[in-house]
C-alpha cells in the first residue's frame, strides 16, 4: 500500500506531550470493505462504533512490527452521535478522517471535529482508488441529522453519507 504525508505537526499526541511529527494516511483504499456498526446506527459516534473498537485494532495487527512499533497515539475530536453536537476526544493509533479535516468545512456534519490537513489544503485529490477504480471511503464523522448514517467520500471525491451497516472501504491515517 501507498502511504501520503498528510499533515506535519498537525495531530495532538494523546499523552499530552505535544504534537506527532508526521501523520500518514493510505494513498488508496483498504481491499476489504468495513461497516462502521453491524446494525444502522451512529448512536455513540466514532467513540464508540465496531469500524474503531474492532476493525482498525485488526488492522494494526497485520502491519508490520516496526511500524506498529512506531505509531503513536494522538486525540481525535469527534461528535458523539445520534444528532448530538457533543464532541468527543479519543486516543487512536489508526484513525478514519473526519469530514472537515478532509474538504475544511462540513456538509453533513457538526463542526470542531478537527481542522484540514496540509495535503488536502494543498487541492491533493480526495478520489481513492480500489483494484484500480474509483471508491468511496468511510470518515469517523456522524451524519449531525441522523441517528443511522456516518459520512464518507464518494468516488468522485465529494462529502457523502450512508448507512453505518453499509460496506464500505477505508483509508486510515495514522501518526509516527
Known amino acids: ?16 506531550t505535544g504534537k506527532a511529527p508526521l ?13 462502521m456498526n453491524d446494525t444502522d446506527t451512529n448512536v455513540g459516534g466514532w467513540r464508540d462504533c465496531q469500524m474503531r473498537t474492532q476493525t482498525m485494532p ?9 511500524v506498529q512499533a512506531g505509531i503513536r497515539p494522538v486525540k481525535k ?9 457533543s464532541i468527543v476526544t479519543t486516543s487512536d493509533e489508526l484513525f478514519l478522517l473526519s469530514e472537515i479535516e478532509i474538504f475544511g468545512s462540513t456538509t453533513h456534519s457538526f463542526a470542531r471535529e478537527g481542522t ?19 471508491n468511496t471511503w468511510w470518515e469517523r464523522s456522524p451524519r449531525s441529522n441522523d441517528p443511522a448514517r456516518f ?7 465529494n462529502a457523502n453519507w450512508g448507512s ?12 509516527f
Open 151 to 157: 459520512c464518507y467520500v464518494d468516488s468522485s471525491g
Open 58 to 66: 485488526s488492522l494494526k495487527a497485520l502491519m508490520p512490527a516496526e
Open 23 to 35: 501523520t500518514f494516511q493510505m494513498h488508496d483504499c483498504y481491499a476489504t470493505n468495513y461497516p
Open 164 to 175: 453505518a451497516n453499509s460496506l464500505i472501504s477505508v483509508a486510515f491515517g495514522f501518526c
Open 116 to 134: 484540514q490537513y496540509a495535503y488536502y489544503q494543498a487541492g491533493n485529490s480526495k478520489v481513492k482508488n480500489l483494484s484500480g477504480s474509483a
Open 1 to 16: 500500500y501507498r502511504i501520503d504525508i498528510i499533515g506535519k505537526n498537525h495531530d495532538d499526541l494523546a499523552d499530552g
Open 77 to 85: 475530536l469527534t461528535s458523539a452521535g445520534n444528532k448530538s453536537s
